[in-house]
């Protein structure tokens, strides 16, 4: 099948450049050398395609979103931070596999990366984040772990 769009990420973060291409059906084929640049094409491709969508997730579960939407969500921001993972971040990192800690790490490394390039001005910033007149937040690693419970794992029946 021939793809519509090819990227071919060259990022100092990779062992090799890493190629995402999508098809006509807008799904991502990526292409890497290793399972670390394939978390992170997938970082950057998420954050390419829907990074208003999770920046919004973030702050809302990390409690965050009247940093970007005012004092009328200080309410809400206090009721998310009563339910952040409060455990020891460090051993829930490995209690999804041995090779968790090195997948969020890439995953957001590849979030990062993106944000970085509409920083640079290689690529625009998504319209939502210039209508509301805020900027996407960088991301860490933790953040995947606190927040595993706002979205980015129990929406798979609004998704499909």
Do not use: C
Request: aromatic share 12%.
């Amino acid at each position: 099948q021939t793809p519509i769009e090819t990227t071919v990420l060259t990022a100092k973060q990779l062992s090799a450049p890493a190629k995402i291409q999508i098809d006509k059906f807008g799904i991502a084929h990526i292409t890497a050398r290793s399972d670390s640049d394939v978390y992170f094409a997938q970082g950057f491709n998420i954050a390419r395609e829907r990074l208003w969508q999770i920046d919004l997730w973030r702050r809302k579960g990390l409690g965050l979103l009247s940093q970007a939407f005012g004092p009328a969500f200080i309410e809400q921001d206090k009721a998310s931070r009563l339910f952040l993972f409060r455990g020891n971040i460090a051993h829930e990192r490995w209690q999804y596999g041995f090779n968790a800690p090195t997948a969020i790490d890439s995953f957001v490394a590849g979030i990062n990366y993106y944000i970085e390039q509409i920083q640079a001005g290689n690529v625009p910033l998504p319209p939502e984040f210039t209508l509301l007149q805020y900027q996407p937040l960088t991301w860490h690693a933790d953040d995947i772990l606190k927040i595993r419970s706002h979205g980015l794992s129990r929406n798979v029946n609004s998704e499909v």
